[in-house]
C-alpha cells in the first residue's frame, strides 16, 4: 500500500520532490498549451476529417439549439479570464516561495487531467460525437468534484482557475451538450426537461456558496447562467428559459456579493452554526494567504 500511495499521482501530500515539480511543470504547461490551442482553432474553425457533421464549436451551438444554448461572447470572454488566470497558477510552479510552489503542485495532476479531459471534450464535440463527448464531461465532471471537496482550503488565486471556474463550466457543459445528445431537443418535452433543470445551476452554486462561502463558484455560475439567458433571449425557442437563467443570474450574483463583499472588507459572517474556526479551515476565499 506504501507503494501504491507513493505513485498515485493524486494523493496530497504535504511536500513534493524536485523531480515531481518538475515533472508537473513540464506536463502543466503541454497540456495547458494543448488545451488552449484546441481551444482557439476550434472557435475559429471547423474539422476536415472524418465523415460526421463537423463544425466549429459556435456553429454547433447555433446549429443545434436547444433550452441551453449559449450565448458565445459571454463563454468567450469567461473562458479568456480562466486561461489567463490560469497562467498566474502555472507561474506559481516556478515560484520562490516553497510554500506556492507545493500548493499548485498538489493540485497539478487533476488540473492536467482537467486540460486533457477538456481536449478530448472538444474534439469530440466539434464531430458532433455528443455521447461520447457527454461521457467525457461526467468524467471531468467527477475528476473536478474530487478536486474540489479534497483541496478546498488554497487561496483563491489558486482555487478559482483551477478548482471553481473550469467545475463550473464543466457543470453547465454536461447540460449543454446533454441536451445535444437528446434525441427530438425541440420537442415539448424537451423543452420543459430544460425548464426543469435549469435550475439545478441555483441549487449547485447555492450549495457552494451557503456551505463553503464560495463566491468564486457563485459568481462562475452567475456568469453562465447570464450566457443560456443571453442565448435563449435571441433564440426565443424555450419561452421560459431565458426568464428563468436571468433570475438565477441574480440570485446567484446577489448570493455572491452578500459572501463576497464581507470576506473582502474583513468581515465576513457564519451562514451555519458550525464555528468560526471550522469555516475558515472549509472555505479557501475567507482570506489572501
Not at 122 to 143: G, T
Not at 166 to 179: E, K, Q, R, S
Amino acid at each position: 500500500m506504501d507503494r501504491v500511495h507513493a505513485w498515485n499521482p493524486f494523493v496530497r501530500r504535504e511536500a513534493h520532490s524536485t523531480v515531481s515539480i518538475n515533472t508537473y511543470r513540464i506536463l502543466t504547461i503541454a497540456s495547458w498549451l494543448l488545451a488552449l490551442i484546441v481551444s482557439v482553432y476550434y472557435v475559429l474553425h471547423a474539422p476536415h476529417d472524418g465523415f460526421t457533421i463537423r463544425k466549429s464549436i459556435w456553429d454547433q451551438n447555433y446549429l443545434h439549439r436547444t433550452a441551453f444554448t449559449l450565448n458565445s461572447t459571454i463563454v468567450d470572454v469567461y473562458w479568456i479570464v480562466l486561461f489567463i488566470l490560469q497562467v498566474g497558477y502555472v507561474g506559481h510552479l516556478f515560484s520562490k516561495n516553497a510554500d506556492h510552489v507545493n500548493a499548485a503542485a498538489s493540485l497539478g495532476s487533476h488540473f492536467i487531467l482537467n486540460n486533457l479531459f477538456h481536449f478530448a471534450f472538444v474534439m469530440l464535440f466539434v464531430r458532433s460525437h455528443f455521447i461520447w463527448a457527454e461521457l467525457i464531461l461526467v468524467l471531468n465532471f467527477l475528476n473536478l468534484s474530487s478536486l474540489y471537496f479534497r483541496h478546498n482550503t488554497y487561496p483563491r488565486f489558486i482555487h478559482l482557475p483551477v478548482v471553481s471556474g473550469p467545475l463550473a463550466w464543466t457543470f453547465v457543459a454536461i447540460y449543454w451538450n446533454g441536451a445535444m445528445m437528446v434525441p427530438h431537443p425541440h420537442s415539448l418535452v424537451a423543452r420543459i426537461f430544460g425548464n426543469i433543470f435549469i435550475w439545478s445551476l441555483l441549487a449547485y452554486g447555492g450549495f457552494f456558496i451557503v456551505v463553503y462561502k464560495d463566491y468564486t463558484m457563485g459568481f462562475s455560475l452567475s456568469v453562465l447562467a447570464a450566457a443560456i439567458g443571453v442565448g435563449q433571449f435571441f433564440d426565443k425557442l424555450v419561452a421560459f428559459q431565458w426568464i428563468f437563467a436571468f433570475t438565477i443570474m441574480a440570485v446567484l450574483f446577489v448570493s455572491t456579493a452578500a459572501i463576497a463583499v464581507p470576506a473582502w472588507t474583513g468581515r465576513e459572517y457564519s451562514w451555519s452554526s458550525r464555528t468560526r474556526t471550522s469555516d475558515q479551515e472549509r472555505a479557501p476565499l475567507l482570506a489572501d494567504n
